[in-house]
Nanobody, 119 residues
Framework: QVQLLESGGGLVQAGGSLRLSCAAS????????MGWFRQAPGKEREFVAS????????NYADSVKGRFTISRDRAKNTVYLQMNSLKPEDTAVYFC????????????WGQGTQVTVSS
């Protein structure tokens, strides 16, 4: 079973930056995609960004376009989420997830890392 471990969360002031990392415990095959999701207190979990492992095709939620960048390092089995121009409304627990590109739902999830943006 693939395990995902997020890191890089923390407390930052509005306008600041953070970079989240998600390391997979096993070699991730080319037919997979990895995504970032977030869940704020009292809200449902929402999609943030995703990237296909082979072609590096990316997709972003409208709320983060132009501010967040997802990337991957295949040699390290790691996906990153660079978050710039952070806003208080970005405060949430951020989760990374992994799925085969042929299925709809993400199949493996990390434990999450807290991101808090102060105003």
């Amino acid at each position: 079973q693939v395990q995902l471990l997020e890191s890089g969360g923390g407390l930052v002031q509005a306008g600041g930056s953070l970079r989240l990392s998600c390391a997979a415990s096993e070699r991730t095959f080319s037919s997979y995609a990895m995504g970032w999701f977030r869940q704020a207190p009292g809200k449902e979990r929402e999609f943030v960004a995703s990237i296909t492992w082979s072609g590096g095709r990316t997709n972003y939620a409208d709320s983060v376009k132009g501010r967040f960048t997802i990337s991957r390092d295949r040699a390290k089995n790691t996906v990153y989420l660079q978050m710039n121009s952070l806003k208080p409304e970005d405060t949430a627990v951020y989760f990374c997830a992994l799925k085969r590109v042929t299925v709809r739902n993400y199949e493996y999830w990390g434990q999450g890392t807290q991101v808090t943006v102060s105003s």
